[in-house]
């Protein structure tokens, strides 16, 4: 059996994809070992291992195998995962992930505050001063959070914005950003009315609050991928202990983190 890495790049792979992997291939003819290069991904949220080989024109799409190197599906049918698993050890052991945990929820009560006393102003006309000061603080706080959401993602993907699992939520925190920063410039500037001021802080609340259903939509996503990884874990441990026990080595790195999916 030849070495896996002489015909695959590994990225984020786990220990058991490794060692059955080499031998689905040798078994697959329709595997381009005249031109190897590949990239072999561990998805322990699916149970899965995927091989993305680089495709010739004549090939279709490439085929994904299970831990056990049994053919399943085209790999432009499986779902990707949020995390791989290095990623997922990496957001588990950040600090900014704290961080982002306990500013989220500040930000979503100022707006509720702020959006409340913005209406009462839109209403009656009164209470300008307290509607004013609650959008700046909502500002400030959203660039806080859009600051260490930068370095937790550059931590996490090692990209500063723009991760390919956070883009689109990027791009909507992005326009809050601009919108509520029209805001400030046009207080600061004394650009058109307090009225048509507000309006446009309404407006970048409108957005904030689709940026905030996507995160949590991919929160919900996060959670249901470690339910997976749990249930993979522990159905790998009664089928196949040491298969399991090599996923845990890869999905754990460091041992304080064990008992979480234990």
């Known amino acids: 059996m030849f070495s896996l890495h002489k015909i695959a790049e590994s990225k984020g792979s786990l220990p058991f994809c490794e060692r059955d992997f080499a031998r689905a291939i040798e078994q697959d003819a329709t595997f381009p070992q005249a031109k190897p290069k590949a990239t072999l991904v561990g998805d322990p949220a699916e149970g ?34 949020l995390y791989t698993p290095a990623q997922r050890a990496r957001r588990d052991a950040s600090k900014w992930t704290l ?50 959401g930068s370095i937790w993602e550059k931590v996490v993907f ?24 029209l805001y400030v410039l ?20 409108a957005t904030y609050v689709i940026n905030a259903g996507q995160f949590l939509w991919k929160l919900r996503l996060a959670r ?10 522990t159905s790998l441990a009664l089928e196949h202990p040491a298969s399991e026990q090599a996923a845990r080595e890869d999905l754990v790195p460091n041992k304080q983190w064990a008992g979480l999916i234990s």
Request: aromatic share 14%; proline share 4%; net charge negative.
């Open 224 to 233: 249901l991928e470690g339910q997976k990884s749990h249930h993979s874990c």
């Open 158 to 181: 090692d990209a500063w914005l723009f991760a390919e699992a956070f883009f689109w939520e990027d791009v909507f925190s992005m326009l809050v950003l601009a919108l509520q920063t």
């Open 48 to 81: 899965h291992c995927i091989l993305y080989p680089e495709l010739n024109a004549d090939r279709g799409a490439p085929a994904m195998w299970d831990i056990y190197g049994q053919s399943a599906k085209p790999a432009n049918q499986i779902h990707k995962p």
């Open 186 to 205: 046009a207080l600061v500037l004394g650009w058109w009315t307090p009225q048509q001021q507000m309006f446009i802080a309404m407006v970048a609340y």
């Open 99 to 148: 961080v982002q945990a306990i500013l989220a929820p500040i930000q979503f009560l100022v707006f509720l505050i702020s959006l409340g006393l913005i209406g009462h102003y839109m209403v009656t006309g009164q209470g300008y001063g307290l509607a004013t000061m609650s959008i700046l603080v909502k500002t400030a706080l959203l660039y806080t959070i859009m600051i260490t």
